[in-house]
């Protein structure tokens, strides 16, 4: 079959032939039937990930058919539609048995340890597998595990009251345009920052505030107390985020478009604010199950930049560097 191959650290990726995978015991194979490309590829791709080992498949997120089924899998078979967590847990630990799995001690991740999913079938541990069911599409499910899900966990964590408001940097991203549109399904006020009007418009259908500039601070204060920041960015907008925050404000950290960057954090500031900085990565398959409810009552729609195939994966990732693009851009091997 046909796969994305990373060879090296700092070795770029090959497409190229490489045997059809076989399930072992615990796990399964699936038919992929939409990837999807991330920034953190990117990142992967530069060499910011210690636990890669090499040559590995890239991509960290699927959705796709059961072909086979390792003799120990329960709860799933052969046709079923699943999604997979961006990691598989050994689900025995202690954060495993209380539904923390996110930080199991001995997880391994996808397209770091574990070959990833930019390629025709793929191998996938039961402890990793989410059942998709038919009301939701593969567009909806393929966002769930690093993007609406993860994103529903943050805000999980941030303790969302309904009727708060919540700012979101980046909000014609592939991240962005999905975060807004969960934090209205958990009941918040929402306020989109972009950095062009022409995105603006497409953000308008989600967001209920829009703000297009780098420095948006003082007119989302105007709009209401800002209770949460989701910042998909980085080090070009965390501290317009923390400025924005009303006291008690949680910022959830998601973006890093520049690991190279370092940030000075003014102690004074998050503590006089009572301020919450949550560093946010992953979704547990409780996280997963629900956001996929959501998306199945039609309460998150997929916006798609692009869906490319295999062979056209530099593409894929020009379109993902693309400033103005709306939305994810996804593979369909
Ligand atoms: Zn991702
Ligand atoms: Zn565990």
Known sequence: MRAVVVPGKQKGYVIQEIPDPIAGKDEVVIKVERAALCYRDLLQLQGYYPRMKYPVVLGHEVVGT???VGENVKGFKEGDRVISLLYAPDGTCKYCQIGEEAYCHSRLGYSEELDGFFAEKSKIKATSL?????????????????????????????KLQKGETVLVTGASGGVGIHAIQVAKALGAKVIGVTTSEEKASTIRKFADYVIVGSKFSDEAKKIDDINIV???????????????????????????????????LRLGYVILKDI????????????????????????????????????????????????RKIGKVLVKP
């Open 130 to 158: 989410v059942k998709v069911n038919g009301n939701v599409t593969v567009e909806g499910a393929v966002l769930v595990p690093c993007v609406t899900g993860m994103i529903y966990r943050s805000l999980r964590r941030a």
């Open 66 to 68: 059961i072909e086979q």
């Open 230 to 264: 989701i910042d998909t960015v980085g080090t070009p907008t965390i501290e317009e985020s923390l400025k924005s925050l009303w006291m008690g404000g949680r910022l959830i950290q998601i973006g890093n478009v520049d690991p190279s960057q370092i940030y000075q």
């Open 276 to 323: 919450e900085i949550i560093g946010h990565a992953s979704a547990t398959k409780r996280d997963a199950e629900e956001t996929l409810k959501l998306t199945g009552e039609g309460k998150i729609s997929p916006v798609i930049a692009s869906t490319i195939r295999l062979d056209e994966i530099d593409k894929g990732y020009e379109i993902l560097k693309d400033k």
